[in-house]
């Protein structure tokens, strides 16, 4: 279908051109067709509508992309806090703190290992690897008589952390396509090269000057604010696991005992595991 549709445009442009040259414009000059036509402003406007028309179709969705991935991390956090409350039905003091330790080193490699490989629209395997063991506890605790149900509690909570935090990644892939940004820089340059070189002789120079360069200076503003947009962890606008830090603030302190991993969230009694980043999808 793609295939199609560029050689329909190509042929409607050729047919176009071609009818143009060699029988409307020797028929006006003759007089045999009408002087009436389309006039340059008539020609420019409809390419001028489509390039704003589409930035701001795209800025739309890109806004809403960044904006969502502020929500993702918000739901992630309050998951993290939830599962936390969580494990205080666990009657088990021992079990009950290692659960505990364990959400807070989840959400410590969220904001040291995750968020750092999120720039590069990578994920990391660290919190993989405290959300299987966070999951893992909870269904030996389903096993047990004494324990089902903060077991099954505790696994309900888990998959809701789990659900927002691959919501929270699914943010960090790309809305925008390669070949859409491209053909909004194409639409841009061409608007812009039309209106450049051609005005009509009352135009002064100073203020065709002037509306040529404000206008580029809006559109490549728009397609620098689209691009930033749309890598909501990176870039000037990135988003900061605020709403995590606030939370792993609050919980790490009622956990008893030194952590089972360093100030990166990195697991310090795990010496088989070697943490790893993958790209997004």
Not at 61 to 81: I, K, N, P, R, V
Not at 159 to 170: H, T
Not at 181 to 209: D, K, N, P, Q
């Amino acid at each position: 279908m793609t295939l199609v549709a560029i050689v329909v445009v190509v042929l409607a442009v050729t047919a176009a051109l071609v009818y143009n040259r060699v029988t409307w414009r020797p028929g006006q000059d003759s007089g045999r067709t009408s002087d009436e036509g389309l006039l340059f402003a008539g020609i420019v406007a409809p390419l001028a509508t489509l390039s704003v028309l589409l930035l701001v179709f795209v800025l739309v969705q890109t806004y809403a992309s960044w904006s969502a991935a502020g929500d993702a991390e918000t739901a992630e956090a309050t998951a993290t806090l939830l599962l936390f409350r969580e494990a205080d039905l666990v009657k088990d003091a021992r079990t009950r703190n290692r659960l505990r330790a364990a959400i807070v080193c989840y959400a410590t490699s969220v904001i040291r290992q995750e968020w750092p490989a999120m720039e590069d629209r990578r994920v990391s395997s660290v919190p993989t690897y405290w959300g299987a063991r966070i999951r893992a506890a909870g269904v030996r605790l389903t096993r047990t008589a004494a324990e089902q149900n903060a077991g099954e509690n505790l696994v309900a909570r888990d998959g809701e952390r789990a659900s927002a935090r691959q919501d929270r990644l699914g943010e960090a892939r790309p809305t925008v396509l390669p070949a859409l940004f491209l053909l909004m820089v194409l639409a841009v340059a061409v608007t812009l090269g039309i209106i450049g070189v051609v005005t009509e002789r009352s135009v002064a120079r100073g203020v065709h000057a002037v509306v040529v360069v404000a206008t580029g200076v809006v559109l490549a503003a728009t397609l620098t604010l689209i691009r930033d947009l749309d890598q909501p962890y990176s870039g000037l606008l990135r988003r900061s696991p605020v709403q995590t830090e606030f939370i792993r603030a609050q919980i790490a302190q009622e956990v008893r005992g030194p952590l089972p991993c360093d100030d990166g969230g990195m697991p310090t009694r795990a010496p088989g595991f070697r943490p790893s980043t993958t790209a997004l999808g």
